[in-house]
């Protein structure tokens, strides 16, 4: 088994008869999504994708994910929220936070589109001179505004390097099947595209072709993250809330959060998960905070953040609960040397593996923690394998979707991002806006 919930270290946050009197409702919750009869449901496409998924378009994204892999030195992933979340997050967990730096890893990968910040732009155009380039352009609606200024300049530079032709052979586009300006545009040029499905959002779509052709140009096997998911699907896909690690997940947020633990942190124990955590925080809190309701996804990574947030955590405000991810074994095997003079008086631990002393860091942390009235999830993950990936997308996106309807929310839409995305487009003078945009200015002349 890949991934397993230990409730060991929520005694006395969570009374021994809690989760199963929360039972009927969670049920319903389950209920909601299994049968698709919620707010929202349109969006349920990633709840079958593990086994429906389309074989064609799969065998098209390793044959591209091949032939990039062949052509360049960087590929670019242009994308935004759970448009290169998913990807990023899997290039690190599988294989490392510092991917581009390692030897014999080619095509880097480097992720643009993602902020606005010239300096980012500016960096990444520097790394990419006199390098061969392949792009993956990720927008779902085609529209928005950091990933098509993006565009538009690596277009240009790949344009120029190559000719139109050329370029046209680098330029891979995942967006809407039929709509949107970024299908108009790469049906017209001739760019090979790939679909982000009409039942899956952003923030779902890490197994769809969104994710899975930039984790394929990193050399990940994307065969074992589907079948993860799809033992993920078998395993939780049930409503039986004793034995169901994924519905007590969501059951156990949702009492400390009814408990006044209105603060969720995801902590991990590697820098391999830091983008992991990124993408669940959008993932629950794109889903979960909204009609002024649900619980504040934080992450941090240990041990290093328990030399800055560990004092809050230890003895701040208790409005907080930890859910720990916690890798079982590591891939890669480092001995603390033996010393014959024992300076540092450390010989104690002499031929020891350092993913040893890591585990043992969790472990006393997880006691100091929970001795300074701060609640414990952990959830241990076998092994940081494509496979234990794929694993664990599935089981928070389904955690996330029940948790959402418990709540009583629709964990599928997302108004926030859209109010902000509307200012900015009225704001920066897109025809069509107009309307917005006055009162907009209008409102900057009052205030
Ligand atoms: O989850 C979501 O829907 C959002 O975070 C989107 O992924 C993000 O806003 C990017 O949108 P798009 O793919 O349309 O450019």
Same mark, same amino acid.
């Given at each position: 088994?890949?991934?397993?919930?230990?409730?060991?270290?929520?005694?006395?946050?969570?009374?021994?008869?809690?989760?199963?009197?929360?039972?009927?409702?969670?049920?319903?919750?389950?209920?909601?999504?299994?049968?698709?009869?919620?707010?929202?449901?349109?969006?349920?496409?990633?709840?079958?994708?593990?086994?429906?998924?389309?074989?064609?378009?799969?065998?098209?994204?390793?044959?591209?994910?091949?032939?990039?892999?062949?052509?360049?030195?960087?590929?670019?992933?242009?994308?935004?929220?759970?448009?290169?979340?998913?990807?990023?997050?899997?290039?690190?967990?599988?294989?490392?936070?510092?991917?581009?730096?390692?030897?014999?890893?080619?095509?880097?990968?480097?992720?643009?589109?993602?902020?606005?910040?010239?300096?980012?732009?500016?960096?990444?155009?520097?790394?990419?001179?006199?390098?061969?380039?392949?792009?993956?352009?990720?927008?779902?609606?085609?529209?928005?505004?950091?990933?098509?200024?993006?565009?538009?300049?690596?277009?240009?530079?790949?344009?120029?390097?190559?000719?139109?032709?050329?370029?046209?052979?680098?330029?891979?586009?995942?967006?809407?099947?039929?709509?949107?300006?970024?299908?108009?545009?790469?049906?017209?040029?001739?760019?090979?595209?790939?679909?982000?499905?009409?039942?899956?959002?952003?923030?779902?779509?890490?197994?769809?072709?969104?994710?899975?052709?930039?984790?394929?140009?990193?050399?990940?096997?994307?065969?074992?993250?589907?079948?993860?998911?799809?033992?993920?699907?078998?395993?939780?896909?049930?409503?039986?809330?004793?034995?169901?690690?994924?519905?007590?997940?969501?059951?156990?947020?949702?009492?400390?959060?009814?408990?006044?633990?209105?603060?969720?942190?995801?902590?991990?124990?590697?820098?391999?998960?830091?983008?992991?955590?990124?993408?669940?925080?959008? =993932?629950? @809190? /794109?889903?979960?905070?909204?009609? %002024?309701?649900?619980?504040?996804?934080?992450?941090? !990574?240990?041990? +290093? &953040?328990?030399?800055?947030?560990?004092?809050?955590?230890?003895?701040?405000?208790?409005?907080?609960?930890?859910?720990?991810?916690?890798?079982?074994?590591?891939?890669?095997?480092?001995?603390?040397?033996?010393?014959?003079?024992?300076?540092?008086?450390?010989?104690? =631990?002499? @031929? /020891?593996?350092?993913?040893?002393? %890591?585990?043992?860091?969790?472990?006393?942390?997880? !006691?100091?923690? +929970? &001795?300074?009235?701060?609640?414990?999830?952990?959830?241990?993950?076998?092994?940081?394998?494509?496979?234990?990936?794929?694993?664990?997308?599935?089981?928070?996106?389904?955690?996330?979707?029940?948790?959402?309807?418990?709540?009583?929310?629709?964990?599928?839409?997302?108004?926030?991002? /859209?109010?902000?995305?509307?200012?900015?487009?009225?704001?920066?003078?897109?025809?069509?806006?107009?309307? +917005?945009?006055?009162?907009?200015?209008?409102?900057?002349?009052?205030?």
């Amino acid at each position: 088994m890949s991934l397993k919930l230990n409730e060991k270290f929520l005694k006395g946050f969570i009374g021994p008869n809690e989760i199963t009197s929360l039972a009927p409702q969670i049920k319903t919750a389950y209920e909601t999504v299994s049968t698709r009869s919620g707010e929202g449901a349109d969006y349920l496409g990633w709840l079958d994708l593990p086994v429906s998924y389309d074989r064609e378009e799969f065998a098209r994204i390793k044959d591209a994910a091949a032939r990039i892999r062949n052509m360049c030195d960087i590929l670019v992933v242009i994308g935004i929220g759970g448009s290169y979340l998913g990807s990023r997050a899997a290039i690190e967990f599988v294989k490392s936070p510092l991917y581009n730096s390692l030897p014999g890893n080619k095509p880097a990968v480097y992720f643009a589109g993602n902020t606005i910040s010239p300096s980012a732009l500016s960096d990444l155009l520097k790394i990419c001179e006199g390098k061969d380039l392949c792009v993956n352009i990720i927008s779902k609606s085609g529209t928005t505004t950091e990933p098509a200024v993006t565009f538009r300049i690596f277009r240009e530079l790949l344009e120029k390097k190559y000719g139109t032709e050329g370029a046209r052979e680098r330029i891979f586009a995942t967006t809407d099947k039929a709509r949107g300006t970024l299908k108009t545009f790469s049906d017209k040029v001739g760019y090979e595209t790939f679909v982000v499905p009409d039942d899956v959002g952003g923030r779902y779509s890490v197994l769809t072709a969104v994710g899975l052709l930039p984790i394929a140009c990193a050399g990940i096997d994307i065969d074992a993250m589907m079948r993860g998911a799809a033992d993920a699907r078998k395993k939780y896909m049930n409503a039986d809330v004793e034995t169901n690690d994924c519905l007590r997940y969501a059951a156990i947020r949702n009492i400390l959060y009814r408990k006044g633990k209105a603060t969720e942190i995801l902590a991990a124990y590697d820098p391999a998960a830091q983008m992991f955590c990124e993408w669940w925080k959008q =993932l629950y @809190g /794109e889903s979960e905070g909204k009609d %002024n309701k649900g619980l504040f996804p934080a992450s941090v !990574i240990f041990s +290093t &953040d328990l030399h800055s947030l560990g004092q809050f955590i230890q003895q701040g405000t208790r409005n907080i609960f930890e859910t720990i991810i916690d890798f079982k074994t590591s891939p890669d095997a480092v001995k603390i040397p033996y010393d014959p003079e024992n300076i540092d008086g450390l010989n104690f =631990l002499a @031929g /020891e593996d350092i993913h040893n002393v %890591n585990r043992t860091a969790t472990l006393g942390t997880l !006691i100091a923690h +929970t &001795d300074g009235g701060v609640p414990n999830v952990v959830l241990e993950i076998a092994d940081r394998s494509a496979y234990s990936f794929g694993y664990a997308v599935y089981f928070f996106e389904l955690a996330c979707a029940v948790s959402g309807y418990l709540l009583g929310v629709n964990p599928f839409n997302q108004p926030g991002v /859209e109010a902000y995305k509307i200012n900015m487009f009225a704001l920066l003078g897109k025809p069509g806006y107009e309307e +917005t945009r006055a009162n907009l200015s209008a409102r900057m002349q009052d205030e």
